[in-house]
T-cell receptor
Framework: AQTVTQSQPEMSVQEAETVTLSCTYD???????LFWYKQPPSRQMILVIR??????QNATENRFSVNFQKAAKSFSLKISDSQLGDTAMYFCAFRGRLQGAQKLVFGQGTRLTINP | GAVVSQHPSWVICKSGTSVKIECRSLDFQATTMFWYRQFPKQSLMLMAT?????????EQGVEKDKFLINHASLTLSTLTVTSAHPEDSSFYIC?????????????FGPGTRLTVT
């Protein structure tokens, strides 16, 4: 079974700084998807960024980028020029592509606080 | 587009009663809907996967007779917590996958907070 591990329960940085959230996963599949979701205090899950395993190029969405290391099964999220609105829980998630395994598996989450 | 709603957003019920939570895809048809449970300061745990017109598939350890899931149409799935107990108090989140479009896309509802007294 796939597992996702986020080893940083909490992180805190000053506004405008850059912060990196770590995520590792375990799978025997070669083709899969990885995601970072944001859950602000409203509890609404918001997709931040997606990476397809067969793509070597790291995904980027404005201030958000990932460092995808397939061999190491590592998928970290970098937030540049952090803003107060980035304060939230961040979940790393894995989704396989094999039939019967197409469900999201979430990590434990990292609580990120951006301080003014 | 791709909006998912949940109703109610917050419900309090007495122990022993049943409560129904609705999950609707407002502007798309959803072949598959997922139900998650989230305890305070914890991650989302998948409870079950429901496909329109067929029985839900429950994750290991989830009591299917206690958490009844009905996916009667391509826009509506319901979760009924039967004979609720205080330990069922939690935040319940649904998500939906489009009938058309990439299969990896999942859209989340805003969640329902259930408190059993």
């Amino acid at each position: 079974a796939q597992t996702v591990t986020q080893s940083q329960p909490e992180m805190s940085v000053q506004e405008a700084e850059t912060v990196t959230l770590s995520c590792t996963y375990d799978t025997s599949e070669n083709n899969y998807y990885l995601f970072w979701y944001k859950q602000p205090p409203s509890r609404q899950m918001i997709l931040v960024i997606r990476q397809e395993a067969y793509k070597q190029q790291n995904a980027t969405e404005n201030r958000f980028s990932v460092n995808f290391q397939k061999a190491a099964k590592s998928f970290s999220l970098k937030i540049s020029d952090s803003q107060l609105g980035d304060t939230a829980m961040y979940f790393c998630a894995f989704r396989g592509r094999l039939q019967g395994a197409q469900k999201l598996v979430f990590g434990q989450g990292t609580r990120l606080t951006i301080n003014p | 587009g791709a909006v998912v709603s949940q109703h109610p957003s917050w419900v309090i019920c007495k122990s022993g009663t049943s409560v129904k939570i609705e999950c609707r895809s407002l502007d798309f048809q959803a072949t598959t809907m997922f139900w998650y449970r989230q305890f305070p300061k914890q991650s989302l745990m998948l409870m079950a996967t429901s496909n329109e017109g067929s029985k839900a598939t429950y994750e290991q350890g989830v009591e299917k007779d206690k958490f009844l899931i009905n996916h009667a149409s391509l826009t509506l799935s319901t979760l009924t917590v039967t004979s609720a107990h205080p330990e069922d108090s939690s935040f319940y989140i649904c998500s939906a996958r489009r009938l058309s479009g990439p299969s990896y896309e999942q859209y989340f509802g805003p969640g329902t907070r259930l408190t059993v007294t």
